[in-house]
């Protein structure tokens, strides 16, 4: 999850959390009620979005992961019927472009995988009908070529979820700064009717309105923070 939306959600957390807490407080108050109301639902809002774009990426790369360990198991074998097929035939490009093992495979990149099952395929639709006696049947052949189509497409999946994934973070943002507008201009400024006949809940809701900046460069202490708010005293 993206840390800002991580630090933000976890202190929001902390202010539904104070405001449930002391409900009997405010509840008689219609206007602090509605906007605690409509913090609560624009909460749960971001909550749910953040899952989705945490799971988004999530999910593409595990099935990616499967199925180009499958995929992966097939063309090695094809890669040494081919480099198999260069020797015999005196073909060093052939011999030695397909000299590959499964760690080589895994070490490219998304773009330089597509390139490579890419050249694969070129060798096996010129090749391909001469690899019989090394256990590539015609149907094996029209299998694997179509398997490697597919893998082109599967190895560039993350980046479109990637790109998915940074529409969703750009959703968050606005929803951040919504909950954050939210919060200063329709309950921060109410919270100070309380500092006298409910000193507990107003020094809590300060205390939870501070943003805890988890990792990342050290605060310096001589600059104030302009995501902190007023403390309200």
Not at 84 to 106: C, S
Not at 134 to 153: I, K, N, R, Y
Request: overall charge neutral; some cysteine; charged content about 25%.
């Amino acid at each position: 999850m993206n840390k800002r939306v991580d630090v933000h959600l976890k202190m929001y957390t902390s202010v539904e959390e104070i405001c449930k807490l002391h409900e009997s407080v405010w509840t008689q108050i219609p206007a602090f009620a509605a906007a605690v109301n409509q913090f609560q639902t624009d909460l749960q809002k971001l909550r749910n979005d953040a899952t989705k774009q945490e799971s988004a990426m999530n999910g593409v790369t595990q099935l990616k992961n499967e199925k180009l360990a499958s995929l992966f198991d097939r063309i090695l074998f094809i890669h040494a019927a081919l480099a198999n097929h260069g020797r015999i035939i005196e073909d060093d490009g052939l011999r030695l472009r397909n000299k590959v093992n499964q760690t080589d495979l895994r070490r490219l990149s998304t773009v330089r995988l597509g390139f490579h099952f890419e050249t694969l395929k070129n060798d096996l639709l010129t090749f391909g009908d001469q690899l019989g006696d090394f256990g590539v049947s015609p149907a094996v052949l029209q299998e694997t070529v179509q398997w490697l189509d597919e893998g082109a497409l599967i190895s560039f999946s993350p980046r479109f979820m990637m790109n998915q994934r940074s529409q969703l973070t750009k959703s968050l943002e606005v929803q951040l700064s919504n909950l954050d507008d939210l919060l200063k201009v329709r309950i921060d400024p109410f919270v100070r009717m309380f500092k006298q006949s409910s000193p507990d809940f107003f020094s809590s809701y300060w205390t939870a309105r501070k943003l805890v900046n988890v990792g990342g460069k050290k605060a310096n202490p001589f600059k104030p923070s302009t995501e902190e708010p007023d403390d309200g005293n």
